[in-house]
């Protein structure tokens, strides 16, 4: 479902800001319910590789966000290019 709604924000015609925002609530839901369910099966004992799996699921929708805000960040400050990137363009010139 992420990725469905991931395309669709991709090529929908409006501003990323709305275009996004049902992936991006989906997202926050995912990472809302996996953090209950974590505490919730800690809380019941249940076996640690559950409430790893349920943790992972958050850890990463939780590092989702954290390149979402990195990114919004690195938009507004100039970086400086990746060399890898420098390399590809000068071997594209044939020089």
């Known amino acids: 479902m992420q990725f469905l709604l991931a395309a669709s924000g991709a090529l929908d015609t409006a501003p990323k800001d709305k275009s996004f925002q049902p992936q991006r609530a989906l997202g926050y839901g995912i990472l809302c319910f996996a953090v209950l ?40 400050i100039r970086l400086p290019a990746i060399p890898t990137l420098r390399v590809r363009d000068h071997l594209r010139r044939g020089a």
Do not use: D, E, W
Request: charge should be positive; hydrophobic fraction near 50%; proline fraction near 2%.
């Open 37 to 76: 369910q974590t505490l919730v099966s800690t809380l019941a004992r249940m076996p640690g590789r559950l409430i790893g799996m349920t943790g992972l699921v958050a850890g990463l929708n939780f590092l989702k966000g954290a390149i979402r805000a990195v990114a919004a960040l690195s938009s507004c």
